[in-house]
């Protein structure tokens, strides 16, 4: 009886430590892809923001910012730097902790954000997984996700 328990804990350690092999090599992996490749679509914006905007003018906002603003227009027109960085079906909560996450960084001499009538007044919290992998970086961000974990934000 000694022998099988032995085996059976044997087994179990056995089936962990392989899992936990996988899960690490996987992990690398996946962090070696997403720094060589960068992020694809709306992730790609937060990203830029975060870690290397540096215009004089950032654009923020839903769809209105992404199809108002002309950034190459700005920029010829006025001589300044502009980043048009809207993302699609957001609200002020996402906005606000993408003015954060960029302010945290850099300085720009403005800011846009561009606004719907009703996303003052909405309580819908938008998308705001979106900003899961940024999770402990800054404290309005941290309070958004948490919010939407709670279920208030829905």
Same mark, same amino acid.
């Given at each position: 009886m000694? !022998?099988s328990?032995?085996?059976?804990v044997k087994?179990?350690?056995?089936?962990?430590? /392989?899992?936990l092999?996988? #899960? +690490?090599i996987?992990?690398?992996v996946?962090?070696?892809?997403?720094? !060589?490749?960068?992020l694809?679509?709306?992730?790609?914006? @937060? &990203?830029? %923001?975060?870690h290397?905007? *540096?215009? #004089?003018? +950032? @654009? /923020?906002?839903?769809?209105?910012?992404?199809?108002?603003?002309?950034? #190459?227009?700005?920029m #010829?027109? $006025?001589g @300044?730097?502009v980043?048009?960085?809207?993302? *699609?079906a957001?609200?002020?909560?996402?906005? !606000?902790?993408?003015?954060?996450g $960029?302010?945290?960084?850099?300085?720009? !001499?403005g800011?846009?954000?561009?606004l719907? =009538?009703?996303? $003052?007044?909405?309580?819908? /919290?938008?998308?705001? &997984? %979106?900003?899961n =992998?940024?999770?402990g970086?800054?404290p309005v @961000?941290?309070?958004? %996700?948490? %919010?939407?974990?709670d279920?208030?934000?829905?």
């Open positions: 000694n !022998r328990i032995f085996k059976l087994t179990c350690v056995s089936i962990i430590v /392989i899992v092999v996988f #899960d +690490v996987f992990g690398q996946m962090s070696f892809y997403s720094k !060589r490749y960068g694809p679509g709306d992730y790609a914006k @937060i &990203e830029y %923001l975060f290397q905007a *540096n215009e #004089d003018v +950032v @654009i /923020i906002g839903s769809s209105v910012a992404i199809n108002s603003f002309m950034p #190459d227009i700005m #010829d027109s $006025l @300044i730097s980043f048009n960085g809207g993302c *699609n957001q609200n002020i909560i996402f906005f !606000r902790c993408m003015i954060d $960029l302010l945290e960084r850099h300085r720009p !001499r800011v846009i954000l561009a719907q =009538p009703d996303d $003052l007044s909405d309580d819908h /919290i938008g998308r705001i &997984e %979106l900003l =992998p940024y999770y970086r800054n @961000i941290d309070s958004a %996700l948490v %919010l939407q974990n279920g208030k934000g829905s």
